[in-house]
């Protein structure tokens, strides 16, 4: 079936360190992989998007990856704020559902001082 | 000008009471949803409507009925409200025609607390 799988639930790391996430996704044949950020008491929003096509891509300090092969990707993000400190999602559009997003369970990202 | 704009914001009432949620998106997107988020944060599909047909419906009880007047408006009303219908609701709506698979753009959600 559709399934998404998000880890860690929680990740704490110093002003400054890098933070990586990984999804692993159940369907060979998925095209099109999300992240989203939701601080808290607000809505998700998209950050970054990859499709399969695309090995990588970058916006300034986040980045993805994506392995077809592994069936997995990544969310890294680099010289973290506090200001990045929320909880993450992946999603992963699976084939013939073209309306329908699979969240993860969720990463809550926690940058310290 | 919010994109997805859902009301109310806040919503609490007893158990057995009937409550409805609307929705509007000014993004010209053909498909609307609703998503669930437990108190455990985890996001899940409801309900999907690509210009006013209902294509996804993912399990959920009888109790919830979505509306689609039309492509920009998807309510949900909900009969009957349990404790655990507890959550935080949100619209969301995206361009999915031709292929264009555009990104979900969310509302800022309501919270439903049933006592």
């Known amino acids: 079936g559709e399934n998404v799988e998000q880890h860690p639930s929680t990740l704490s790391v110093q002003e400054g360190d890098s933070a990586v996430i990984k999804c692993t996704y159940s369907d060979s044949a998925s095209n099109y992989f999300p992240w989203y950020k939701q601080e808290l008491g607000k809505r998700p929003q998209l950050i970054i998007d990859?499709?399969?096509?695309?090995g990588e891509k970058k916006d300034q300090r986040i980045a993805v990856t994506l392995n077809k092969t592994a069936k997995h990707f990544s969310l890294h993000i680099t010289e973290t704020q506090p200001e990045d400190s929320a909880v993450y999602f992946c999603a992963a559009r699976f084939t013939g559902t073209a309306s329908k997003l699979t969240f993860g369970t969720g990463t809550r990202l926690q940058v310290t001082l | 000008d919010t994109a997805v704009s859902q009301t109310p914001k806040y919503l609490v009432t007893q158990m057995g009471n009937d409550k409805s949620i609307k929705c509007e998106q000014n993004l010209g997107h053909d498909t609307m949803y609703w998503y669930k988020q437990d108190s455990k944060k985890f996001l899940k599909i409801m309900f999907s409507y690509n210009n006013k047909e209902l294509i996804i419906n993912e399990t959920v009880p009888n109790r919830f009925s979505p509306k689609s007047p039309d492509k920009a408006h998807l309510n949900l009303h909900i009969n009957s409200l349990e404790l655990g219908d507890s959550a935080v609701y949100f619209c969301a709506s995206s361009d999915v025609g031709t292929g264009r698979n555009s990104p979900l753009h969310f509302g800022n959600g309501t919270r439903l607390t049933v006592t």
């Open positions: 990859i499709r399969s096509n695309v």
